[in-house]
T-cell receptor
Framework: GAVVSQHPSWVICKSGTSVKIECRSLDFQATTMFWYRQFPKQSLMLMATSNEGSKATYEQGVEKDKFLINHASLTLSTLTVTSAHPEDSSFYIC???????????FGSGTQLSVL | AQSVTQPDIHITVSEGASLELRCNYSYGATPYLFWYVQSPGQGLQLLLKYFSGDTLVQGIKGFEAEFKRSQSSFNLRKPSVHWSDAAEYFCAVGAGSGTYKYIFGTGTRLKVLA
């Protein structure tokens, strides 16, 4: 099956720094990637939808200047948490999709802890 | 707007017992429906999906789900639970054209007693 690699698996950073999370589709071309955020014992909340070569579409309430998403190629999307604060600590999960196919393939997630 | 409700936050069953996890959705048309399983600190693994056709779908790991349009439900079942099934289960609705946005339920945490 299709594999989505997400890196890093976990990261600890100081408040005020920026953190980049990568999401790669290893054996298929992902025209669309999604970024989710998951708080402990809660569901996945869609943050944004990114299409290769265009600007990401953010969900209501998600700060686009804080969560920068880049989808520069058909196999890579990145999420950069800028000027991270402790309240940004969360589990971030990416998923990838081939256009016209309803299946989503998920990365293994990134646990971000901001001190 | 579409939404997904999983009424049970926690479910505990004994190993070997049957399991049913409930999922109700709200959507104007026939949606794509999915069940995912998440182990602690991990991403999501697709168990099964429904798009059209036979309303009883078979998935991996012995799971099945039945789509009932009249009840707007897509409940997940397994006849005999194994200890390794302990995890978080998410029901999701996917809708769109070309690009499908998923809306996830709040999840049901399954605990299996030996």
């Amino acid at each position: 099956g299709a594999v989505v690699s997400q890196h890093p698996s976990w990261v600890i950073c100081k408040s005020g720094t920026s953190v980049k999370i990568e999401c790669r589709s290893l054996d298929f071309q992902a025209t669309t990637m999604f970024w989710y955020r998951q708080f402990p014992k809660q569901s996945l909340m869609l943050m944004a939808t990114s299409n290769e070569g265009s600007k990401a579409t953010y969900e209501q309430g998600v700060e686009k200047d804080k969560f920068l998403i880049n989808h520069a190629s058909l196999t890579l999307s990145t999420l950069t948490v800028t000027s991270a604060h402790p309240e940004d600590s969360s589990f971030y999960i990416c998923s990838a999709q081939v256009v016209g196919d309803e299946k989503l393939f998920f990365g293994s997630g990134t646990q971000l802890s901001v001190l | 707007a579409q939404s997904v409700t999983q009424p049970d936050i926690h479910i505990t069953v004994s190993e070997g017992a049957s399991l049913e996890l409930r999922c109700n959705y709200s959507y104007g048309a026939t949606p794509y429906l999915f069940w995912y399983v998440q182990s602690p600190g991990q991403g999501l693994q697709l168990l099964l999906k429904y798009f059209s056709g036979d309303t009883l779908v078979q998935g991996i790991k012995g799971f099945e789900a039945e789509f009932k349009r009249s009840q707007s439900s897509f409940n997940l079942r397994k006849p005999s639970v194994h200890w390794s099934d302990a995890a978080e289960y998410f029901c999701a609705v996917g809708a769109g054209s070309g690009t499908y946005k998923y809306i996830f339920g709040t999840g049901t945490r399954l605990k299996v007693l030996a």
